[in-house]
Nanobody
Framework: QVQLVESGGGLVQAGGSLRLSCTAS????????MAWFRQPPGKEREFAAV???????FYADSVEGRFTISRDNAKNTVYLQMSSLKPEDTALYYC????????????????WGQGTQVTVSS
C-alpha cells in the first residue's frame, strides 16, 4: 500500500510561482510513474505533468514551459515547480502514483493524494 501526501498549495498572484510537494510512504519504490493532475472548479480532472522512475517527463500543453516536475527517489518525493502562473491554473492539484499504461489519464493510477488547492488571482 502507498500513501501520498501533498503540500505547498496556496494563493498567489498571476505571474507568481509555487512549488508543490508530494511525499510517498509505503511501497513507493514500486511506482513507475508519479504525476500531477488538477481539477479546475466545475471541470473534470485533467493531466498536468508526469515523471517516470527513470526520470522521463511529459507535460500537458497548457503547462509546458511553465511547470517543471521532478522526482527525488531517495526522499520518495515528487515536486511540481509552477512559474508564470495564470488564473486558469486555479485548481485542486492531485498527486498520483502507479504503473499506468497511459501516463496522461487518471485511469491506471492506483494511488492518489487528498489534493492541495492552488488559487491564482488576476
Amino acid at each position: 500500500q502507498v500513501q501520498l501526501v501533498e503540500s505547498g498549495g496556496g494563493l498567489v498572484q498571476a505571474g507568481g510561482s509555487l512549488r508543490l510537494s508530494c511525499t510517498a510512504s509505503g511501497r513507493a519504490f514500486s511506482l513507475n510513474a508519479m504525476a500531477w493532475f488538477r481539477q479546475p472548479p466545475g471541470k473534470e480532472r485533467e493531466f498536468a505533468a508526469v515523471v517516470t522512475k527513470s526520470g522521463g517527463t511529459f507535460y500537458a500543453d497548457s503547462v509546458e514551459g511553465r511547470f517543471t516536475i521532478s522526482r527525488d527517489n531517495a526522499k520518495n518525493t515528487v515536486y511540481l515547480q509552477m512559474s508564470s502562473l495564470k488564473p486558469e491554473d486555479t485548481a485542486l492539484y492531485y498527486c498520483a502514483g502507479g504503473n499506468p499504461l497511459i501516463l496522461t489519464t487518471p485511469r491506471g493510477y492506483n494511488y492518489w493524494g487528498q489534493g492541495t488547492q492552488v488559487t491564482v488571482s488576476s
